[in-house]
RNA sequence: GUCCCCAUCGUCUAGUCAGGCCUAGGACACGACCCUUUCAAGGUUGAGACACGGGUUCGAAUCCCGUUGGGGACGCCA
């Protein structure tokens, strides 16, 4: 049987990091199968039925950041709204059968049942008025919702593939409403026959839907369709440990994006909060593809850990291709630092990105980072970096000129050696050296190795440098 | 409040379904050391958890019950 998994969020903001995580494990569980023979597809679809707060610019924000993401889907995205004349089908035809039936109560009378449920300690909030009423008694001018008319009696079981078996008295579910006063469905209703029309067999989704399988595999049984199998995933908790949501603390990916975090270091990462495949961590998403699947997702909630998510991508950085890696870059110091870079910036980072890319974890760090070959002389010095130029330093800086100059080939290992040479013929040690050229060549103490520095920059650059520093402020 | 779910180091997790291989393993973060021209990376190493209480059993992190704690859901939102 082919595995189809969707993907359906609510175009109300843009896409955030549990949303992103739904969408991967559909995205690898339709894979999976995919490559293991059974086949698998999976779909977007857009739950825009909420005309109010559904905007293109979030439905391009879902598609920006899914395309990032490199999760591709199955044809076009599924726009729900558009299907609402099937939908409403769907509700007439249980009204015609006797399964829905229409109610005529205000907002007011509904606030006070709400109130009075719950101060008897009752769940089921709609009492049932126009359950068995004479549609005679309707009021006039009152347009009437259509509501399921669900078991009152028994109890309602989801074999959950994740959550594993989980029941409810019939007790609990009150009367869910499939179409409002105005005509439009409901999401409970729109859910259920779009993924019954669109041959969902595997809803992998947040367990905050969970109690939504109860009334979705109550209309599924009053239509006459089998349920899809449900996969309630944990949610992701913030810091303080209370569900993330776009309204608490949930980052756009594009927010990650931009904060410098690679896609793959995303997925690698969204996949560990949850999964688990005994004690691997660093998961590749062709590997992840092979292994995926329902029985190991974990049932309770993790803790989104930005630390962890640092680490892997610096892991992720050091295994990029160093010209995609300079390309990303580039983008950035363009647009930092106008009109400041170097003519052969683009070179250089080439030629040192492998030095670079050691030491960054992100690729903001990585840009930062980069600044010592991308701008122009004169560089700016930090504090730290002035103090290595006192007079100890620029003195031996000053000696260090000449040497330099004259060196016959200019690459990074002679350029240590020259350089040994020279520090020893003096009675110093290498770094006591080395820390007054980094000062000078990069205006920092921290950075790749000054040979391989002096390498990317050439001869001619790091004279430069160097006379700079030597002439004094 | 009612219903549902969850519970292993600070965090993510392995082990739980098929009880002994667990003096509980890995990863991140933290400490120390090594390497070393700085910083990273890497290596070695340290500290660090089965929420609690009862059962069942020769034996329980693993099975059962309860307690506590945490979370989610209770819309003519999705």
């Known amino acids: 049987m082919t595995v189809v998994t969707r993907f359906a969020p609510s175009p109300t903001g843009y896409l955030h990091i549990g949303g992103a995580r739904t969408a991967l494990y559909n995205w690898l569980f339709a894979k999976h199968h995919a490559c293991h023979g059974t086949g698998g597809k999976f779909f977007l679809r857009i739950e825009d039925t909420d005309r109010a707060r559904s905007t293109q610019e979030a439905v391009d924000a879902i598609y920006a950041g899914l395309t990032w993401l490199g999760l591709d889907w199955e044809g076009e995205p599924v726009s729900q709204f558009a299907r609402a004349d099937l939908h409403r089908a769907a509700a007439e035809r249980l009204l015609a059968e006797g399964k829905a ?28 008025t126009w359950r068995d009423r004479d549609p005679a008694d309707a009021p006039k001018g009152v347009d009437p919702v259509i509501r399921l008319k669900a078991p009152l009696e028994g109890e309602t079981v989801i074999e959950d593939r994740v959550q594993g078996r989980v029941t409810v008295a019939n007790a609990q579910l009150d009367d869910m409403v499939l179409l409002r006063a105005d005509g439009t469905p409901t999401y409970m209703l729109a859910v259920v026959v779009d993924d019954h029309d669109m041959g969902i067999t595997h809803v992998i989704r947040g367990d905050d839907h969970l109690t939504n399988a109860f009334r979705q595999t109550q209309l599924y049984l009053a239509l006459g369709w089998d349920a899809p199998q449900f996969a309630h995933i944990p949610l992701i908790h913030g810091q303080d440990g209370a569900k993330l949501s776009k309204r608490h603390g949930a980052l756009g990916v594009e927010a990650y994006r ?27 998403t062709d590997q992840a593809i092979d292994w995926f699947g329902l029985e190991n997702v974990g049932k309770s909630a993790a803790r989104f850990d930005i630390a962890k998510l640092t680490n892997l991508n610096g892991h992720y950085i050091r295994e990029a291709d160093d010209a995609r890696l300079v390309e990303l870059v580039m983008e950035r110091l363009e647009a930092g630092h106008p009109g400041r870079l170097a003519k052969d910036a683009r070179d250089r980072l080439f030629k040192g990105m492998a030095g670079l890319k050691e030491r960054a974890k992100t690729i903001s760090e990585l840009s930062e980072n980069s600044t010592i070959y991308a701008l122009q002389r004169p560089i700016e010095m930090t504090e730290k970096a002035q103090q290595q130029l006192g007079a100890d330093g620029l003195a031996l800086l000053r000696g260090l000129r000449p040497v330099l100059d004259a060196a016959g080939t200019w690459n990074d290992e002679a350029l240590m050696a020259t350089t040994r040479e020279f520090a020893e013929a003096g009675g110093h040690k290498l770094g006591a050296v080395a820390q007054p050229v980094r000062a000078a060549l990069t205006g920092s103490t921290v950075s790749p190795s ?7 920059l050439g001869r001619e650059e790091t004279l430069g440098r160097l006379d700079d520093v030597l002439a004094g402020p």
């Open 450 to 456: 000054v040979f391989e520095i002096m390498d990317v």
């Open 101 to 128: 039936y229409r109610c005529y109560c205000s907002t007011e009378e509904l606030a006070a049942m709400r109130e009075a449920a719950r101060k008897e300690g009752r769940q089921r909030m709609y009492d049932g």
């Open 258 to 284: 931009d904060a410098g975090f690679l896609p793959e270091t995303l997925r690698n990462y969204l996949l560990r909060l949850g999964w688990g495949h005994g004690d691997d961590e660093i998961i590749s």
